[in-house]
């Protein structure tokens, strides 16, 4: 079965400080793979995805993520948080194998909070 | 770029009234449309989603409906709401590449 795992719920950390959330997937097949933004009481706001290319992608905000095929990871990754990023951050996998209407798998969710 | 509107964006209903979201979108014609419910501790649930006018797939039976009657045009109902049925319900348009494009959200809580 394909699934999608986010390990840790929350994530406290101080302002200035790096930040990585894990994201791991389960596949047979071939991916597109996403992290989304929450701020509370709004939608989802895509951050960055890999396709194809590169293994490193950058996205907005500051954020970036390295695809580890070997290891079935996405980790998302900011050198240097800001009180603004306190969001939930959400992993999402697109595979290949379910046909026309395939859909996104989304994790759990992490709840990155930025302490000052 | 897209927009998405969805109302109402905040709604209290009691227990077995009817339940109408709508979710109107911008932009590209014949989207692929979603509805997705964030209730507490649970993530993201795929309710529905559509590839186009009248046709629904349901992904997880339960209490609600959907329909499509126009192009741009995706609502959510139920004719009793459940206890159950709180949640942030939201709407989204599928891309390009598969990722999805999210309205704001309707936060319905029901008493």
């Known amino acids: 079965a394909q699934s999608v795992t986010q390990l840790d719920s929350q994530v406290p950390v101080f302002e200035e400080a790096p930040v990585e959330l894990r994201c791991n997937y389960s596949?047979?097949?071939?991916?597109?793979l996403f992290w989304y933004v929450q701020y509370p009481n709004q939608g989802l706001q895509l951050l960055l995805k890999?396709?194809?290319?590169?293994?490193l992608v950058k996205g907005i905000n500051g954020f970036e993520a390295e695809f580890n095929k070997s290891q079935t990871s996405f980790h998302l990754r900011k050198p240097s948080v800001h009180i603004s990023d306190t969001a939930e951050y959400f992993c999402?996998?697109?595979?290949?194998?379910?046909?026309?209407?395939?859909?996104?798998?989304f994790g759990s969710g992490t709840q990155l909070t930025v302490l000052p | 770029s897209q927009t998405i509107h969805q109302w109402p964006a905040t709604l209290v209903q009691p227990v077995g009234s009817p339940l109408s979201l709508e979710c109107t979108v911008e932009?590209?014609?014949?989207?692929?449309l979603y509805w997705y419910r964030q209730a507490a501790g649970r993530g993201l649930q795929l309710l529905f989603y559509?590839?186009?006018?009248?046709?629904i797939s349901s992904e997880v039976p339960q209490n609600l409906s959907a329909s499509r009657p126009q192009d741009r045009q995706f609502i959510l109902s139920s004719k009793k709401l459940l206890l159950s049925d709180s949640g942030f319900y939201l709407c989204?348009?599928?891309?390009?590449?598969?990722?999805?494009?999210f309205g704001e959200g309707s936060r319905l809580t029901v008493l």
């Open positions: 999402a996998v697109l595979h290949f194998s379910s046909g026309s209407a395939r859909q996104l798998t």
């Open positions: 596949s047979s097949v071939s991916v597109y």
């Open positions: 890999y396709l194809s290319g590169s293994t």
């Open positions: 932009g590209t014609s014949n989207p692929n």
């Open positions: 559509s590839v186009g006018i009248g046709q």
């Open positions: 989204a348009e599928r891309e390009g590449a598969g990722e999805l494009f």
